[in-house]
């Protein structure tokens, strides 16, 4: 157990509908990161959040977005649903914000009918 | 930009044989390099990493890699494949930025442990 926990676990939904998605870093962890594992893209890193501000970006589209809380968890918004949004989605968080080492939660796969 | 390349989607080794999963890296400053490994229906878990101390490092479950600047790689070993092996192996580099952090992982490879 990795200390990072995702919620849901599976999520289906329908093209075009909205969902969201949370995390909870490990204790005392300021960083979180956002990733999708599908198929053909194999893992790509979406975005990271440090202590409530964004610090990087990767490839995200225009209708996912994120945010961090005061409390540090941090939620992942998707929008207008597409098949191709079929993925699973891992949080990951770190101490810092530079080159500490991520520790990944167990993902929400996402199916989108 | 970084980027990571696994030779072998997948690999079969036998119960107790040697376990060679193999990783090159591109980077245009000096980089850091782990290794995660993902069960089924599981995320990423932190076999070892590399941050420019020894080049020899050691993981858990037996597992150690080696970092090569020369040939620009990161390869993964085992002496001795045990059936709980079974997993999907990622590479990854991630390299100090002031903007933030990011992992760049390979495309996997996939053991196949036989008995």
């Known amino acids: 157990d990795s200390g990072v926990t995702q919620t849901p676990k599976h999520l289906i939904t329908a093209t075009g509908q909205r969902v969201t998605l949370r995390c909870s870093p490990r204790s005392g962890d300021l960083s979180v990161y956002w990733y999708q594992q599908s198929l053909d893209q194999g893992l790509q890193f979406l975005i990271q959040?440090?202590?409530?501000?964004?610090?990087a970006k990767g490839n995200i589209l225009e209708r996912f977005s994120a945010q961090q809380f005061p409390d540090l968890h941090s939620e992942l918004n998707l929008s207008s649903l597409e098949l191709g949004d079929s993925a699973l989605y891992f949080c990951?968080?770190?101490?810092?914000?530079?080159?500490?080492?991520?520790?990944f939660g167990p993902g929400t796969r996402l199916t989108v009918l | 930009a970084q980027s990571v390349t696994q030779l072998g989607s997948h690999v079969s080794v036998s119960e107790g044989a040697l376990v060679l999963l193999r990783c090159n890296y591109s980077?245009?400053?000096?980089?850091?390099l782990f290794w995660y490994v993902q069960y089924p229906n599981q995320g990423l878990q932190l076999l070892l990493k590399y941050t420019s101390a020894a080049t020899l490092v050691k993981g858990i479950n037996g597992f150690e890699a080696e970092f090569k600047k020369s040939e620009t790689s990161f390869h993964l070993t085992k002496p001795s494949a045990h059936m709980s092996d079974a997993a999907e192996y990622f590479c990854?580099?991630?390299?100090?930025?002031?903007?933030?952090?990011?992992?760049?992982f390979g495309g996997g490879t996939r053991v196949l442990v036989k008995p």
């Open positions: 980077s245009s400053v000096p980089p850091y």
């Open positions: 959040y440090y202590n409530g501000e964004e610090r």
């Open positions: 990951a968080s770190s101490e810092g914000r530079n080159t500490d080492t991520q520790y």
């Open positions: 990854a580099v991630s390299v100090f930025k002031a903007a933030g952090n990011k992992l760049t």
